[in-house]
């Protein structure tokens, strides 16, 4: 049950259709615009109210299960911990920091989920090392928050860095899209995996990798070539010149990019 009018709303258009219907296939029921407005947690089997139309409202069922997993996001600790009493500027329920996360208050630095969205493991250590990094006074590029990977790690998996493909057009990119299959490469095929694919868009200009979003098996192992190449600003051209090993689920990268350059080998 999604509250949103699509599943992994943050994740491209393209994507979410892609997990809905391998969900659908699982024999997993989709209830997208829907909103739980309670649980009988004393019935037997739970009795969950929802409301179809999400937020807006609608017709109201009610669904029995055994258990209920509730996901609602996450916020960072900072009520309780002092900050009010030395003075650390909060807004929204997230510390203020600056690009080499210092706090308006001097030696207070701050990293992770209390500093703010996106709210990653790998997200929060990066800030850690590039934080400590300043203090020491090294020389230190802040980091760019469009090449942080997003990792969804539900089955089929969903990874991705960069612009979806609508975020890139109305950032005023003209863009060159390629999709290509899991069902088409080989290794995906020997590991039984095939359902997904890997997207990548590309500023049709320079040839900049905007983004990528993969979902399928493995997809939060093959992102980080992806993410080391939009790092490296590495173009179309030079991901099609790169060798990719075979049978690999890596080809898939390689694959896309050459059908968003109207070059596909393998399909």
């Known amino acids: 049950i999604e509250v949103q009018d699509r599943m992994v709303p943050a ?29 009988d947690k004393d019935a037997e089997p739970l009795r969950v109210e929802v409301e179809a139309g999400g937020s807006t409202g609608g017709s109201t069922e009610h669904i029995e299960c055994d258990q209920v997993l509730s996901a609602v996001g996450v916020v960072g600790n900072v009520e309780d911990i002092g900050l009010e009493t030395v003075g650390v500027e909060t807004e929204g329920g997230d510390i203020v920091v600056d690009d080499y996360y210092r706090t308006n208050v001097d030696g207070v630095y701050a990293i992770g989920d209390v500093t703010g969205a996106p709210w990653l493991a790998h997200k929060a250590s990066h ?77 049709e200009k320079y040839g900049e990798l905007l983004g990528c979003h993969i979902i399928g098996e493995d997809a ?5 070539e992806v993410v080391a190449a939009r790092k490296l600003e590495t173009t179309g051209l030079e991901i099609m010149e790169s060798m990719h090993p075979h049978p690999t689920l890596s080809e898939t990268v390689m694959e896309a990019t050459r059908e968003a350059y109207g070059q596909p080998i393998n399909i």
Request: aromatic content about 6%; proline content about 5%; some cysteine.
């Open 127 to 203: 800030e850690g090392i590039l934080c400590i990094e300043k203090i020491a006074g090294h020389d230190v590029r802040p980091m760019d928050p469009n090449d942080i990977p997003a990792c969804t790690y539900c089955q089929p998996q969903i990874a991705s860095v960069g612009h979806t493909e609508e975020e890139a057009k109305e950032a005023g990119y003209d863009v060159k899209v390629g999709t290509f299959p899991f069902k088409a490469n080989g290794k995906a095929a020997a590991l039984g995996h095939q359902e997904g694919f890997v997207k990548t868009i590309y500023d």
């Open 220 to 224: 939060t192992e093959l992102i980080s």
């Open 11 to 39: 994740e491209d258009k393209d994507v979410s259709k892609e997990l809905e219907k391998a969900y659908t296939k699982m024999g997993i029921e989709v209830m997208t615009g829907a909103n739980v407005k309670g649980v």
